[in-house]
């Protein structure tokens, strides 16, 4: 017997799961597997466009990263074990490169481990999908034709991601507000805002990264607007903090604190939504940017028992929808997790189990949601527990290296790209970019590496 498996998705989780899936080829039960992704090429957020709203097939364009994005964490903590930074570039290079130097890295690691372009059906879009005994029955356009086909599989892997539907809140004035107004998911080049007084609301890493390149790219003043909390590092002259926005008008903003300001530009950092048009209701996770996500066993397997939701008898999986501290090597494991049990070679306990099991990970969010080392310790434990569960020998631990790097940023937010960090795996020391990142222009591959 041939399990059919469906991976929806082809971005790093999905193209992960297609790695994992080679790498344990010739093992435990045969798999056919079908990807299908939207857009034009895989790769996911990693795919930069100039595009926003609607792509040219009239879908959502999925892609939220920007021009001059350099690597907000050390490029040590998501490095693969068995594929290094080394290994792709023939030489160590500095811990925090731009974009094109980790989507480049991606390919090469999807590449080691076999897989092509031409494995995944890009510019398919997944319109539906049913459960019923047994059996996904799933609903498929090719966007360029516009046909539709629909193909049934044993098991489904949902990799679409949740970084890409934006959550958008709406404030008073924001119909009469005399500016620029965006979300994060739409930004796409900081130079839009030189000269300009910008406003952006949130207090997460879309906030505080997006406030350091308008800062970068010579915006003469950024507001940073918290609901809860302010994010408390010690910013630049021309950033600084305050309560939440209560109003506008024309392009003055009110606060909380009863301060108010002249805005050229409002930046909503308000983070994104779980969104899976395509799943029926009772089998669609619906959750926050949280590190342990609901029905969820082991972060990936659904076994639905909140409310309103059904089993899927342990067919369908999520991969990559957590809070991320751990991104590369947390989707590999995840990715291999659900390889081992697609194919037979790991048995997770019963459902009973199992879902016990996600109750007592859903109590440990609340204990960890305002400390980012109690985070980096759970997820470090997470990711660990699911390399146990299958044998998977390396160790993958980089606490260390996720304390050092919040330690550097709570010391000076502006020069922590600056720092250099040791490879786990090859013992080799990053050296020093050259060019400070405050002042470092080029974010293009051969740029960054030539001064490497």
């Not at 056919?32 to 792509?55: I, P």
């Not at 679409?160 to 958008?168: D, K, W």
């Not at 306990?349 to 109690?374: H, T």
């Amino acid at each position: 017997m041939v399990l059919r498996v469906c991976v929806i998705g082809a971005g790093p989780s999905g193209m992960g799961t297609l790695a994992m899936f080679k790498k344990l080829a010739g093992q435990g039960l045969d798999v056919a597997v079908t990807c299908y992704e939207k857009q034009s090429k895989t790769g996911g957020l990693w795919n930069l466009t100039w595009r926003t709203g609607l792509d040219e097939f009239g879908e959502p364009v999925h892609c939220s990263q920007y021009r001059d994005l350099f690597s907000n964490g050390p490029k040590e903590c998501l490095e693969f074990p068995e594929y290094t930074f080394a290994d792709h570039f023939g030489k160590p290079i500095p811990s925090f490169p731009p974009r094109a130097v980790l989507e480049d890295y991606l390919r090469g690691y999807w590449r080691f481990h076999g897989v092509k372009e031409s494995d995944v059906l890009c510019g398919h879009c997944v319109r539906n999908v049913r459960y019923e005994e047994g059996v996904f029955s799933v609903k498929v356009e090719n966007l360029a034709t516009q046909e539709t086909t629909e193909t049934e599989f044993d098991r489904l892997i949902v990799a679409t991601g949740h970084f890409s539907t934006p959550n958008i809140p709406n404030f008073p004035g924001f119909n009469d507000f005399n500016g620029r107004l965006l979300h994060a998911h739409d930004f796409r080049n900081a130079r839009e805002f030189t000269g300009k007084k910008v406003l952006c609301i949130g207090s997460s890493y879309s906030a505080e990264d997006i406030a350091l390149q308008l800062a970068k790219f010579g915006a003469e003043h950024v507001t940073i607007s918290y609901r809860t909390q302010p994010i408390g590092f010690a910013w630049p002259e021309n950033i600084k903090e305050v309560p939440l926005l209560q109003r506008i008008e024309d392009k003055t903003c009110f606060f909380l604190d009863g301060t108010s300001e002249e805005i050229d530009a409002i930046i909503l950092c308000t983070g994104y939504r779980m969104n899976f048009p395509f799943m029926p209701s009772e089998y669609k996770l619906d959750c926050g940017n949280i590190y342990f996500p609901p029905n969820l066993y082991r972060g990936v397997q659904w076994y639905g028992g909140a409310e309103g939701t059904k089993d899927a008898d342990g067919n369908l999986f999520y991969l990559g929808m957590q809070d991320q501290f751990y991104t590369f090597t947390m989707f590999m494991m995840q990715g291999l997790w659900a390889a081992h049990v697609i194919k037979g070679l790991h048995c997770p306990p019963s459902p009973e189990e199992c879902k016990k099991q996600i109750a007592e990970c859903c109590e440990i969010q609340p204990r960890i949601a305002a400390d980012c080392n109690a985070q980096i310790k759970a997820q470090t434990d997470y990711v660990q527990g699911l390399a146990d569960d299958i044998g998977y020998k390396t160790n993958l631990d980089v606490s260390d290296l996720f304390y050092t790097w919040e330690g550097h940023k709570h010391d000076d937010i502006v020069t922590y790209r600056n720092q250099s960090f040791v490879s786990k795996y090859t013992g080799q020391v990053a050296p020093i970019h050259p060019v400070q990142w405050m002042v470092c222009f080029d974010d293009s591959l051969a740029g960054y590496l030539n001064c490497a």
